[in-house]
């Protein structure tokens, strides 16, 4: 569709404009102002999501009864997905499709090629898809998959190359020994660290203490239990601990095991190498068992001073909570660097259990949500055996 920018308008009108399509009813608004062209098509659009029932209405300015509705017709919301996409950023679009699924009941639809070829993918459509995958029809799912890898791939893009870096800066700082051989020593640190020890006489620095390089790129260094709840309210948590748990195990300095659980167990170590294959691995819904999945981490580790458990999960315990407590004190005792989120995502801190989080705080594990962005500075900080850098909205 091929529409024509309407001319600048006065200041005034200008403002009308804007009330009239905030309001977005004609006969109510009190405005006025009658809309045309681009403006009565962007009308239209939101008003079959938000407002009309008819999505075909407002495309030449006219206006229908209130009320929501798309229609449960494919070639119909194919039309409404091409004309949000034509009138509104990326950014945009995807919280409106967003809206379409859960508003109007549209996850059905999905289940058709040609809805998936027309949408705008996002880490919320991928949950969707993740949740229906099971009811796909076959036809269907090689169409989901390449949808899932294109925002997967989008999200190694964005956050491999940083976490890489920050996790082996890391792991070579908790790698440093003190009694190094000469070839491994860091001269740049150990002068810093003797800088006291300066003798001007002689103009140099009596090394007291050297500090070397630790050999993380020979040997695994670290070994990480991602431990991910996949209840339906985790989908973008999953999606984001898929991706980076395939950049972790690409790293030859960490071990890295990746567990999903509900009121079972999953460990999808094995599939590592795609996370596509991990996101079809997982089942999003279900109860949850946080303690029977810690059991079975806990069980899997071998070096507890050298590992770092990150539970992804709201909290909302369906086992045993005394146990899981006192699995995770055991943990702790045992050297076990201990992290738990209650998101992974870029939307804050989800509906969690708060009686559960102040346990743990007390336990000296603060629960709070993590965007993917800061993840790797918490896994870095997890590595070093230092404070976490918890956001101040935790």
Sequence with gaps: MTTTPDPPRPA???????????????????????????????????????????PAAGRDGRTGDRGAGLGASAPSVARWLGDIRTYFPSSVVQVMQRDAIERLGLAGLLLEPEMLEAVEADVHLVGTLLSLHKAMPETTRETARAVVRKVVEDLERRLAARTRATLTGALDRSARVHRPRHRDIDWDRTIRANLKNYLPEHGTIVPERLIGHGRASRAVQKEVVLCVDQSGSMAASVVHASVFGAVLASMRSIRTRLVVFDTAVVDLTDQLDDPVDILFGTQLGGGTDINRALAYCQSRITRPADTVVVLISDLYEGGIRHEMLKRVAAMQASGVQFVTLLALSDEGAPAHDREHAAALAALGVPAFACTPDLFPEIMAAAIEKRPLPIPEAA
């Excluded at 006969?27 to 008003?47: E, F, K, V």
């Design 12 to 54: 005034a009108e200008e403002r009308l404009r804007r009330w009239r399509m905030v309001l977005g009813g004609e006969s109510a608004d009190g405005t006025g102002h009658r809309l045309s062209g681009q403006d009565a098509a962007m009308d239209g659009a939101l008003a079959a999501l938000y407002g009309r029932k008819d």
